[in-house]
T-cell receptor, first 113, second 116 residues
Framework: DAGVIQSPRHEVTEMGQEVTLRCKPI?????LFWYRQTMMRGLELLIY????????DSGMPEDRFSAKMPNASFSTLKIQPSEPRDSAVYFC???????????FGSGTRLTVV | AQKITQTQPGMFVQEKEAVTLDCTYD???????LFWYKQPSSGEMIFLIY??????QNATEGRYSLNFQKARKSANLVISASQLGDSAMYFC?????????????FGTGTRLQVTL
């Protein structure tokens, strides 16, 4: 099993640009989570999906952030327009029925300059 | 209110010694799960150990064990025979059921440094 796959691993972009982060969960997992990690705020849950449906997006910081899960094998997190304070590591994680664990991807390190 | 509290921002332990990383939690849900993750300097999140709220025995995985004290709402991680490779950030997390799904909430982490 390839695990949770995130792309890109690193992204450097200019303020005001659109950024799209991608995630492929483990096949068969039905829950997907997007987290953001910063020194100041630690690991924050941004949004999570169950069976491709967004369940709770209360952690999404602003309207500039949006997430989609068009099918069971793909999710995106988009920031438009990006700002320097969005610089962080963004993790995607997935979990499945009858499986208590959450598997994390390697993360995307986003730098907005 | 903090749902997961890790009061030790940093810990030092000598190689081959045991170390306990503290974690307390707060929930009114009778069914929950507690996790520990390791994050080395490379950045990935590595699952270490899990304890379910109804589990009668403390979880163990190799050198890791979880000291689960339900009445005190604590779930401390014990690492025995520390190794240099154990130097990392350690996060305690709690799974809460939200009806349609469950979500994982993390503490602020403890940075462990293993010394010679």
């Amino acid at each position: 099993d390839a695990g949770v796959i995130q792309s890109p691993r690193h992204e450097v972009t200019e303020m005001g640009q659109e950024v799209t982060l991608r995630c492929k969960p483990i096949s068969g997992h039905n829950s997907l989570f997007w987290y953001r990690q910063t020194m100041m705020r630690g690991l924050e849950l941004l949004i999570y999906f169950n069976n491709n449906v967004p369940i709770d997006d209360s952690g999404m910081p602003e309207d500039r952030f949006s997430a989609k899960m068009p099918n069971a094998s793909f999710s995106t997190l988009k920031i438009q327009p990006s700002e320097p304070r969005d610089s962080a590591v963004y993790f995607c994680a997935s979990s499945g029925r009858g499986y208590y664990g959450y598997t994390f991807g390697s993360g995307t390190r986003l730098t907005v300059v | 209110a903090q749902k997961i509290t890790q009061t030790q921002p940093g810990m030092f332990v000598q190689e081959k010694e045991a170390v306990t990383l503290d974690c307390t939690y707060d929930t009114s849900d009778p069914s929950y799960g507690l996790f520990w993750y390791k994050q080395p300097s490379s950045g990935e999140m590595i699952f270490l150990i899990y304890q379910g709220s109804y589990d009668q025995q403390n979880a163990t995985e190799g050198r890791y064990s979880l000291n689960f004290q339900k009445a005190r709402k604590s779930a401390n991680l014990v690492i025995s025979a520390s190794q240099l490779g154990d130097s990392a950030m350690y996060f305690c997390a709690m799974r809460e059921n939200t009806g349609t799904a469950s979500k994982l909430t993390f503490g602020t982490g403890t940075r462990l440094q293993v010394t010679l």
